[in-house]
């Protein structure tokens, strides 16, 4: 495994960050001005250490010419940000607003399917679907448009009343299951509308 400093970490996470926000390497001065260093000499001693230890590459001549190379960084890459949208009722079908609250950050592998741009996440309320493992607090990542599969757990606008539950089709019709004997399976009035297609749980330690 390649050692790094702490401070080493730290600079070559900043460039990680930078290229997957900005879409290019930040420059030297950029460097400094996130770490307080005083001097470009910091920077250049940095990134001359990183190079050494195979990390990063660099083309002279180049303001934004740094570039990771080592394959345990590389990983990083596959590091995707996933608009959180709120939270879903795992309960009762509840009406709620979509706010943007920020992103999760997931690893794709980690998760095992590369989300797209219709991809979003929610954190659950409820415990209408624990025979699921999908608990109160959890985030769900979803994709909007797929037509969902007998089985899979669907957000879903019941009459306009957002949910998660699963989705199943009985003689050609389908319909919603909660996965929680506490709670009744619902039953549209007029509309069902699938919102999105669960793909991944994440699920954060309880303090």
Known sequence: MIALTRKQQQVLDFILKWQRTQGAAPTF?????????????SVTS???LLRQKGILEAEPGKA???????????????????PL????????PQAR???????????????????TRNAFALRVMGD???GRHICDGDFIVLE?????????????????????????VRNGKPYLKAENPKYPDPIPAQELMIQGVMK???RRAKE
């Not at 934004?64 to 996933?82: E, N």
């Not at 592998?109 to 590369?114: N, Q």
């Open 144 to 168: 909007h448009g797929p037509e969902p599969r007998h089985g899979q757990v669907v957000a879903a606008l019941i009459d306009g009343a957002s949910t998660l539950k699963t989705f199943l």
């Open 29 to 41: 001065q950029e460097i400094a001005d996130e770490f307080g260093f005083r001097s470009l000499n």
């Open 85 to 92: 949208f709120g939270s879903i009722p795992a309960g009762l």
């Open 46 to 48: 940095h990134v001359r």
């Open 128 to 130: 209408s679907m624990i």
């Open 200 to 202: 991944a749980l994440i």
């Open 97 to 115: 607003e979509e706010d943007a609250e920020g992103c999760v950050s997931v690893d794709v592998a980690s998760i095992g399917y590369k989300p």
């Open 64 to 82: 934004r010419a740094l570039r990771v190379t080592s394959p345990l960084t590389k990983l990083r890459h596959r590091i995707v940000d996933i």
